[in-house]
């Protein structure tokens, strides 16, 4: 974990004599906004909804969206002032304010409750059970990260070993496992979608496990700002949240093809009826909060996720890290 937070830090030392993204002056009547997301992937949907169907201006806001690829990237963009708003798995959050961070990230929305991974074999197997990764070679996640850290949660909860039953191959960059995969001599690669669904359309994996579905209810991913920008803009804060709230109830009270079509201009390179399929998929497994608020007991067992996995040296203090006051008044 040091190694981790550590690089947080000091990317932010470096780059904090950069302005913050905000400008002082609206443009056209909208307030600009940063977000810079962790993973452009349709497991967050209803992020993609409200922006296509403008939920954002609506609350008077111009959204610039960012694809950071990995959690660490997002974090270092938000302490930094490259970004207003950070999405990503609160572990890194929890990471920042345990090395010292004294303008640390503040997790103020929650949008998923599942984990948005799915465990791809090299055939079919309707009969599957975590047993039988026993003795296979795995290509997984970043050390400290939340695909990682809950693949091994389920392991042990199912009597695995992950250092000494299997073989997890960490060596590959996020978003280049499926690739790897094709060509590799992994028996199984642990991959969020639309790479799932790719790798089974190619005929070159097929989807085994769902770790959303076997790792139950887990606080995966967040918005979060820094405190200072939560104490100096905190109408920015409510109105972003005001928006992903409604994003929120579209996706719950639509259904997978009205979705899938209301989302494909941020997905142009996946055909529709590929959307669909994974929307069905999401939404099958409960991907998606009724709301936004970060409960306490969701905190604690991402605390207890990072302990098993040797990633938290010392608890951190919910009151410190996340704030319910946006997401209370967002509430439909």
Same mark, same amino acid.
């Given at each position: 974990m040091k190694k981790i937070y550590g690089s947080i830090l000091a990317a932010a030392l470096t780059l904090s004599a950069l302005s913050g993204c905000q400008s002082a002056a609206p443009a056209g009547g909208l307030t600009p906004v940063t977000l810079n997301e962790v993973a452009h992937s349709i497991f967050y949907a209803p992020q993609y909804a409200a922006i296509e169907l403008g939920y954002f201006e609506e609350e008077g806001l111009d959204l610039t969206l960012v694809n950071g690829a990995g959690a660490d990237k997002v974090m270092t963009a938000l302490v930094s002032g490259d970004a207003d708003i950070g999405f990503m798995g609160s572990e890194a959050s929890i990471y920042t304010y345990a090395g010292g961070a004294e303008d640390y990230a503040v997790n103020f929305a929650q949008l998923t409750q599942r984990?948005?991974?799915?465990?791809?074999?090299?055939?079919?197997d309707p009969n599957f059970s975590w047993d039988k990764l026993r003795g296979s070679k795995v290509l997984g996640g970043r050390a400290g990260g939340m695909p990682q850290m809950v693949f091994e949660f389920i392991l042990k909860k199912n009597g695995l070993d992950p250092k000494s039953d299997l073989t997890i191959d960490q060596s590959i960059n996020f978003g280049l496992t499926a690739a790897a995969f094709t060509s590799s001599d992994a028996d199984y690669t642990v991959e969020f979608e639309p790479f799932a669904t790719g790798l089974e359309l190619e005929g070159n994996g097929f989807v085994v496990a769902s770790l959303g579905t076997?790792? *139950?209810?887990? =606080?995966y991913t967040a918005y979060s700002a820094k405190k200072s920008y939560l104490a100096a803009h905190p109408d920015v804060i409510q109105k972003f949240t005001n928006a992903i709230q409604k994003g929120i109830d579209y996706v719950n009270s639509h259904s997978a093809e009205e979705i899938a079509e209301t989302i494909q201009p941020q997905f142009k390179e996946t055909p529709l009826e590929h959307i669909t399929k994974i929307v069905k998929r999401y939404k099958a497994q409960d991907t998606w909060k009724e709301d936004t608020v970060?409960?306490?007991?969701?905190?604690?067992?991402?605390?207890?996720?990072?302990?098993?996995? *040797?990633?938290? =040296?010392?608890?951190v203090p919910y009151e410190d890290l996340v704030t319910t006051e946006f997401s209370e008044k967002a509430k439909p």
């Open positions: 984990a948005g991974n799915f465990l791809v074999g090299r055939s079919a076997d790792s *139950g209810y887990v =606080p970060f409960e306490e007991d969701s905190f604690n067992l991402l605390q207890n996720i990072l302990e098993e996995a *040797g990633e938290l =040296p010392a608890r």
